[in-house]
């Protein structure tokens, strides 16, 4: 039985009046995560399945093999509701979740967890410079490039975001300097001023009507 130990004892005759006797004592390891005791023996559920090890208190109810919620890869045999990995696009989150979520970016959740140790639920799974529910945010120093990505604030992307925001303001400010001081920029604000006069007065005529 897991868990259990065993007792092995070996003798032998040097002689009719002496007798060598020895004893070992072997403890059998506890089932795993993924696996259950039944008959004597730890099993682990097929594919296509999993493990929910909070069902019940008795060992034939610890032993109940449900199948893979939507947003899970139960691919390979041996799934436990602890060890449940999430898809690609898919979060979970906590390690007792049988749902998983849809992420908005499906490039911000890369679907780890499993056996390897990785984890399987919460910010921990998110792709490296994400954070929060669903991946959809970036942590401290990173940025969203396309696509729902982040990326790490280097001293180049800083000095390429200082550079854009830059040429934004100067492009506006020339906007503006056409618009209030030349000759041409002045009409043209005098004919949207015109046509919006001309569109109140027609509403107040319609309203009267």
């Not at 003798?11 to 007798?19: K, N, W």
């Not at 691919?75 to 060890?83: F, K």
């Amino acid at each position: 039985r897991p868990g259990g130990s065993v007792t092995l004892r070996a003798s032998s005759s040097i002689s009719t009046l002496r007798t060598s006797t020895a004893s070992l004592a072997v403890r059998l390891r506890d089932c795993l995560d993924f696996e259950f005791a039944r008959d004597g023996e730890c099993r682990v559920c097929d594919a296509g399945l999993f493990l929910d090890d909070t069902a019940g208190s008795s060992d034939e109810e610890k032993g109940t093999c449900k199948p893979c919620p939507r947003g899970f890869d139960c691919g390979q045999p041996g799934n436990a509701l602890s060890t449940l990995r999430a898809k690609k696009g898919f979060f979970r989150t906590h390690a007792t979740s049988a749902r998983a979520y849809r992420c908005y970016y499906k490039a911000a959740c890369p679907g780890r967890g499993g056996h390897d140790g990785a984890k399987n639920y919460g910010f921990q799974s998110c792709r490296d410079g994400h954070t929060g529910i669903t991946c959809r945010s970036c942590e401290a120093r990173h940025f969203t490039k396309f696509r729902g990505v982040c990326f790490p604030c280097t001293s180049k992307v800083r000095r390429g975001v200082v550079a854009y925001y830059a040429l934004v303001l100067v492009l506006v400010g020339l906007f503006f300097w056409w618009l209030l001081f030349t000759k041409t920029g002045l009409q043209f604000y005098m004919d949207i001023a015109e046509a919006q006069a001309r569109a109140g007065a027609t509403d107040a005529t319609a309203l009267v009507k």
